[in-house]
């Protein structure tokens, strides 16, 4: 078992990360480590959206582009540092649509070169796609224009998790995106609420819901880890927490101050 | 939600539901893909799409205003846009403000776009647009929309002027008719209560609405 610290060395500058969907499993234990890092030109991964994670990642200067299919706070509305980032042209913008970034993983987790895709054909994502392409059917008698998207490999893959087995083999549920994340993977990264003793993959019931330590790179304990957001089956997302995080990050000076207050917050003396 | 609970009532089979974000409304157990796995196979029979900006040839923009990439007001993205609205059969629009900024005949970004050029495999899209002042309806094969009627307090008049694209419509346009008791009383009780499930915030606001219609009119 590691800690936050020895995680945060693997997300080095100029990988690609991936992050999930603000209700899977956001890893927020891990942003502090990684900003204190100040490791930049990170290509970040949205699976398949992206959230307070990206947007303070973002407001801290470490990211170099992004693909997605969204970044908002949800309730909280639009995402702040994100939109400031897009105005100002700080980040390059790979605009995607959900199926298509599973299609990316799915390709890179098959060792595939890419997956073929239905929709996108008259959009102007796929105008602005240039890694995106559109053949014509090759199974079909003629025409059938379709989409290729090519496999998305992520450097390291970053998540949080209800628990992990002392052995690394982590929980997932039905939260299968996150399978997914790790098996496209070279680098998984897991934070955990609590590690048990029992092997998870010796209960058949278990063993289902279970990525296996086969994919996992290292597990470190975040009691709370994906607060302010919640965790399925464990705790509720705490939104007045995020609509604070919303109204401070209106201004580069306010998102300073919220990082500043939560860093004393989250790391007593 | 509301189809649901009526067809309940009347002891029948309600249509599955299902929300992102949400716990209740979640019957997958394959991750975020499985939804538009389904879609793309067409197990998905309806779908409410929303939009930063909706044009009359039904293109949806949920990506932002100006020049792309460096638009000046940007929206979250288009989420499952850019499939769901080519694969699942029915998709309803709907956006409550309707202006002429949010109605524009001419969207600054496709995320997705209603119709698609012959060849293109095309199973579903737009058959209507729900506004905060009417509704209409969407032929495909004009392509544009077609109103339906118009909600009580609002005249043709207004729709026209607060609509960014043209459309077609009756001389005298039908009232949209306002639910009967039993509806109304669904809507506020146990649809309100699952709506609050996965969007608390944005169900309690309703509720302050409802509670205090008058505050709208001032």
């Known amino acids: 078992m590691s800690d936050l610290r020895a995680l945060a060395a693997y997300v080095e500058p100029g990988i ?3 992050l999930p969907v603000d209700y899977a499993g956001v890893s927020m234990a891990m942003t502090g480590p990684i900003i204190a890092r100040n490791t930049r030109d990170l290509d970040l991964v949205c699976v398949p959206t992206g959230g307070l994670q990206v947007d303070q990642l973002i407001g801290a ?15 909280a ?15 390059a913008l790979k605009d995607a649509t959900c199926p298509a970034i599973h299609a990316g993983l799915m390709a890179a987790q098959k060792g595939s070169p890419f997956m073929p895709m239905r929709g996108l054909i008259g959009s102007d994502l796929l105008r602005h796609r240039s890694d995106w392409r559109v053949i014509d059917n090759p199974m079909a008698d003629g025409g059938d224009p379709v989409v290729l998207i090519p496999a ?11 628990m992990a087995d002392r052995f690394g083999n982590v929980w997932i549920g039905r939260r299968r995106e996150l399978a997914a994340m790790a098996y496209a993977s070279a680098t998984t990264l897991v934070t955990v609420e609590r590690i048990v003793d029992e092997n998870l993959l010796a209960d058949e019931m278990s063993a289902a819901g279970v990525l296996p330590a086969l994919y996992v790179t290292e597990v470190a304990l975040a009691p709370k880890g994906a607060w302010p957001y919640g965790l399925w ?13 919303a109204r401070a990050a209106r201004s580069a000076e306010g998102f300073a101050d919220y990082m500043a207050g939560s860093k004393t917050q989250m790391e007593p003396a | 939600m509301l189809l649901r609970a009526l067809k309940q009532q009347a002891g029948e089979k309600g249509p599955r539901i299902s929300i992102l974000g ?6 997958f157990t394959n991750g975020s893909a499985e939804l538009f796995d389904c879609a793309g196979q067409g197990r998905i029979d309806a779908f409410f799409l929303g939009g930063g900006q909706i044009d009359g040839h039904a293109n949806i923009n949920l990506v932002g205003t100006g020049d792309y990439p460096l638009t000046p007001v940007r929206w979250p993205g288009s989420f499952g846009s850019a499939y769901l609205y080519y694969v699942v059969p029915r998709v309803i629009l709907f956006r409550e403000e309707h202006t002429p900024r949010a109605l524009v005949e001419k969207v600054d970004f496709i995320s997705t776009p209603g119709v698609s050029d012959p060849g293109v495999h095309r199973s579903g899209g737009p ?26 307090g609002h005249d043709l008049a207004e729709i026209k002027n607060a609509t960014g694209f043209r459309f077609d419509h009756d001389e005298r346009p039908d009232q949209t008719m306002p639910p009967d008791p039993q509806t109304l009383e669904l809507l ?16 309690a606001q309703m509720r302050r609405d409802i509670e205090q219609p008058l505050s709208h009119a001032s």
């Open chain 1, 16 to 18: 690609r990360l991936a």
């Open chain 1, 61 to 75: 200067g470490l990211v170099r582009s992004v693909e997605t299919s969204a970044v908002s706070l949800g309730e």
């Open chain 1, 77 to 91: 509305g639009g995402a702040p540092r994100f939109n400031a980032a897009v105005k100002d042209g700080i980040i």
């Open chain 1, 152 to 162: 998305i490999k992520p450097d390291v893959t970053l998540f949080h998790a209800p």
């Open chain 1, 233 to 245: 089956g464990e705790y509720p997302t705490d939104t007045a927490e995020i609509l604070r995080y």
């Open chain 2, 22 to 27: 949400s716990v209740e409304h979640n019957f």
């Open chain 2, 127 to 152: 058959i209507a647009l729900l506004t905060g002042k009417a509704l209409f309806g969407f032929d495909k094969t004009k392509p544009g929309f077609t109103l339906q009627s118009i909600h009580p």
């Open chain 2, 188 to 203: 506020r009780g146990r649809v309100y209560d699952e709506v609050a499930e996965t969007y608390p915030d944005f169900a």
